[in-house]
């Protein structure tokens, strides 16, 4: 009953259960559900797109049928006859554990392939046990899921217990169906050519892509930028560039003294929206974001706006604080000890905050950073109680609040706050799965493709800003509020590769650039700001706006009341490897720590990306970006380690 010859036989055909299971529900949502992986629509029927695919799947059968005999084989050896009681227990718990982990990484992979267009990576595993405990992750699993789960457990008692006559017979069958499944799909995976290529996170089985996805995660943890000084050769004349003014500022004009009331603000931060749809009207179609449009002509635009980092978290930490996020995957603002000043630190005690969002915000959001710098009204998903968006499908669901219930909510209390106020609002109907609000805020038709969603979204959030404007007249507010108004990161939707949809899998402009706006009329007149800007320049600009005096090195940016920033680049982090920077000349050059590999564009001629340069051409901007990225986390840490020792003094004192 657990010789080595059967376990595993058995163990192999309860894992292929798994991985068929899993084929035939990704290949049914890709024919079935409005919102598809990396909108990708497969070009030839169901059951051939099954059999192309179905190859990567039987190629587990060598991995899953050595993994137990390899198993067996060791716990013989260790515990010998003496112990076989024992040996058995402990062998079947831990092939109990395996079944359950392929389970977990074939439903997880394909609810994360439909929810949020990656699959199952070592990244989106470390971040959910950080974030969620083990009991919001079991809110995950769903009663239908139940079935999917028990099936391979009943296959594999059942097969277990098979009389050994009939074991021979099973043995048999399953050894030629696997060998006919094997021929079946080699030609038609060898002959059906899937136009446009499939990503990986579809074509591969999901235990083989987490496998490599973790290789490549050992090599970007262990990557440290500094080790590959020289190797653009010893005589690059490396220019060191430390990030803080080095001359006086070169004034646009006298920057506005302090009024003797202190100013309102309203910061709006639009989440995944990027800049090239919001003023899109390409063949004739009506424009996303007309209000914003004309409202950009009586503020300041910043054209050339860029995150820090193509996720939500980084962004939105730089936005709060001026200062860039850690140059690696980890977060620092997630961090329960992150005591970097925010713009609310640096406003004081005196003014009534509050934040607004209709979004789960333990995926995303900075909240110790945040709460630890004072701000402790925060209105979100988990405690507001107004209607909830969701769009359902056969593998999970996608939620959030409402967006015009939540944005009725922030006006509210906006209106009711005690001024000097700090209002700040997150918006979510621009993320996936972009929910559809009806015929009033439909630009274009649901033709199924997520970019047509994504407009009438945009549609949308034009309408929350027009009605923003309309209440601050409207009550008197506008005369003594600041209004600013950016995206925390761009969007994309399948531009220079396949799988790049949404923001965080590469680097390039369409997840990189933002909108980004400035307006009250008494301190900001109608100007389009040319040179590149950064989340990092936000707090800076705030604060000189303000009139609050601060020390400009406690910032990564600058001020914007300047003709011309003194920074050489602006740097970005991607999450998916990818370290950036760019230069006032518009250089933008980019380093994989995966690939290890540089190149670099220039934006003057190509703006599009579509040609690649040689690094060779730019070896100082090259050098400084490592550098930069070698000596970021340990500086911002050392700030963040002498805030703490401040405070431990103050408190002995």
């Known amino acids: 009953m657990f010789s080595p010859k059967r376990v595993p036989l058995i163990f192999s055909l309860s894992v292929l259960t798994i991985a068929f299971a899993y084929r035939l529900q990704l290949t049914s949502g890709l024919f079935k559900n ?48 003496k112990g076989r009681r024992m040996a058995i227990s402990s062998g079947l718990l831990l092939i109990h554990a395996l079944l359950l982990s392929f389970l977990l990484i ?12 990656t699959g199952l990576t070592a990244w989106t595993i470390k971040e959910a046990f950080l974030n969620l405990s083990f009991v919001e992750l079991l809110t995950f699993i769903q009663p239908k899921d139940l079935p999917f789960l028990m099936i391979p457990f009943f296959i594999l008692w059942a097969l277990l217990f098979l009389p050994s006559p009939v074991w021979k017979w099973v043995g048999r069958i399953s050894l030629g169906g696997v060998l006919l499944c094997f021929a079946v799909s080699l030609p038609t995976f060898l002959f059906t050519f899937q136009k446009p290529l499939l990503p990986l996170e579809i074509r591969y089985n999901p235990v083989f892509f987490l496998i490599s996805d973790f290789f490549q995660e050992k090599i970007q943890t262990s990557f440290r930028p ?28 006298l920057i506005p003294s302090r009024k003797k009331d202190p100013w309102n603000i309203i910061l709006i931060i639009m989440e995944s929206v990027g800049t090239r749809y919001v003023f899109d009207h390409q063949d004739g179609k009506s424009m996303p974001m007309p209000f914003l449009y004309h409202l950009t002509k009586e503020g300041w635009y910043l054209k050339r706006h860029f995150t820090t ?8 930490f730089s936005i709060l604080s001026g200062r860039y996020d850690f140059f690696r995957q980890e977060n620092f603002g997630t961090r329960s000890d992150a005591l970097i000043p925010s713009l609310q630190k640096f406003l004081g005690k005196g003014y009534d905050s509050f934040l607004v969002t209709p979004s789960p915000i333990p995926w ?31 593998l999970g669901r996608y939620l959030g609040r409402d967006e015009l219930q939540t944005f009725d909510f922030f006006i509210q209390r906006v209106k009711r706050a005690k001024e000097p106020f700090l209002g700040i609002y997150i918006s979510f109907v621009a993320h996936l799965p972009y929910f559809d609000y009806g ?20 549609y949308l959030l034009d309408h929350l800003l027009r009605k923003m404007l309309e209440v601050l007249k409207e009550t008197g507010l506008w005369e003594r509020t600041i209004l600013v108004v950016l995206g925390d990161h761009g969007q994309a939707f399948g531009q220079h590769q396949p799988d790049n949809f949404m923001h965080h899998r590469y680097s390039y402009n369409e997840n990189l650039e933002t909108p980004a706006f400035f307006y009250q009329p008494t301190l900001f007149q109608p100007r389009e700001v040319e040179f590149p800007t950064s989340h990092v320049d936000l707090v800076p600009t ?17 001020s914007l009341f300047q003709n011309r920033p003194n920074r050489k680049y602006l740097f970005f982090y991607g999450h998916e490897g990818t370290l950036s ?45 490592l550098r930069f990225a070698h000596e970021h986390d340990e500086k911002l840490l050392n700030y963040n380690e002498s805030i703490k020792e401040e405070i431990r003094l103050t408190r002995f004192e």
């Open 581 to 625: 920077s760019l230069s006032q000349a518009l250089i933008k050059v980019q380093y994989s720590v995966k690939k290890n590999r540089c190149w670099a564009f220039d934006l003057n001629i190509d703006l599009e990306e579509k040609i690649p340069l040689n690094c060779q051409s730019f070896k100082i901007q090259h050098e400084e970006l």
């Open 309 to 316: 980092s193509n996720i939500s978290t980084k962004a939105i």
């Open 226 to 253: 500094g080790r590959t000084e020289g190797k653009l050769g010893e005589n690059s004349n490396l220019v060191i560039h430390e990030h803080r003014p080095v001359k006086s500022l070169e004034p646009l004009n």
């Open 439 to 458: 015929e009033e805020f439909r630009i274009r038709g649901l033709d199924g493709k997520m970019i047509s969603r994504y407009y009438n979204n945009l």
């Open 34 to 81: 409005p919102i598809k992986p990396f909108d990708y629509h497969p070009s030839i029927n169901p059951f051939q797109f099954t059999l192309s695919l179905l190859f990567y799947d039987i190629l587990l059968v060598p991995f899953v049928f050595f993994l137990p005999w390899g198993v067996s084989f060791l716990w013989r050896r260790f515990f010998r006859e």
């Open 364 to 394: 995303y959001f900075p909240e110790p950073f945040v709460r630890n710098n004072g701000l402790k009204e925060i209105h979100h998903f988990g405690n507001l109680q107004f209607k909830i968006r969701e769009e359902r499908h056969a």
């Open 106 to 117: 074939h439903g997880a992979h394909l609810q994360l392939l439909f929810d949020a267009q």
């Open 542 to 558: 705030l604060l000189d706006a303000l009139g609050i005096p601060y020390d400009p090195s406690l910032f990564d940016g600058e």
